[in-house]
């Protein structure tokens, strides 16, 4: 089976920074994307990572090491609107697997 | 950008009744359609991938003949769950991946069907 682990829940306070680590062991890989969830909601997309390193995109960075299974999203100058599940998938065998979901909740 | 809708966005039924959900590429014709279901506060996970004019090919575990998947146009698929249950309720989420975008492995994703079985 293929497995992508992230943690279950983050706390931060507005405006600080938050790290989502992500772990995959898949049975193929072509691509790392990152989600967002609010409840009841689609995920919308963040980011995505096929190449080694860190992409930047406004307030949300991505980082991929594809030769250590290893992902993480970076968010900046945290707002409470941040509060959501953040959805680390990876692309292989033309399907997307997901990991379970890191729920963050921002406090003022 | 691609959007993707979907309806009914809830829908309520009685167990043992069908219940059809519609996924439509609004402005991209899509190669093809994932279908996905969540449950609370668990992700998302793949019910089955459709290719227009093909089968749908369906994830292990998950019934082909329950969740009826059809994709007759490169901008629609359904999903019909046959006889449902009150296990059957869920989140149920489609995903469309678009012909020729510059990040070819990338899905928009539907807004999502609340499906709650009486």
């Known amino acids: ?108 | 950008g691609a959007v993707v809708s979907q309806h009914p966005s809830w829908v309520i039924c009685k167990s043992g009744t069908s219940v059809k959900i519609e996924c439509r590429s609004l402005d991209f014709q899509a190669t093809t359609m994932f279908w996905y279901r969540q449950f609370p506060k668990q992700s998302l996970m793949l019910m089955a991938t459709s290719n227009e004019g093909s089968k749908a090919t369906y994830e292990q575990g998950v019934e082909k003949d329950k969740f009826l998947i059809n994709h007759a146009s490169l901008t629609l698929s359904t999903l019909t769950v046959t006889s449902a249950h009150p296990e059957d309720s869920s989140f149920y989420i489609c995903s469309a991946r678009s012909r020729g975008t510059g990040r070819s492995n990338e899905q928009f994703f539907g807004p999502g069907t609340r499906l709650t079985v009486l």
């Open chain 1, 1 to 108: 089976g293929q497995n992508i682990d992230q943690p279950t829940e983050m706390t931060a306070t507005e405006g600080a920074i938050v790290q989502i680590n992500c772990t995959y062991q898949t049975s193929g890989f072509n691509g790392l994307f990152w989600y967002q969830q609010h409840a009841g909601e689609a995920p919308t997309f963040l980011s995505y990572n096929v190449l080694d390193g860190l992409e930047e995109k406004g307030r949300f960075s991505s980082f991929l090491s594809r030769s250590k299974g290893y992902s993480y999203l970076l968010l900046k100058e945290l707002q409470m609107k941040d509060s959501a599940s953040y959805l680390c998938a990876v692309w292989h065998d033309y399907k997307l697997s997901f990991g379970a979901g890191t729920t963050v909740t921002v406090r003022a």
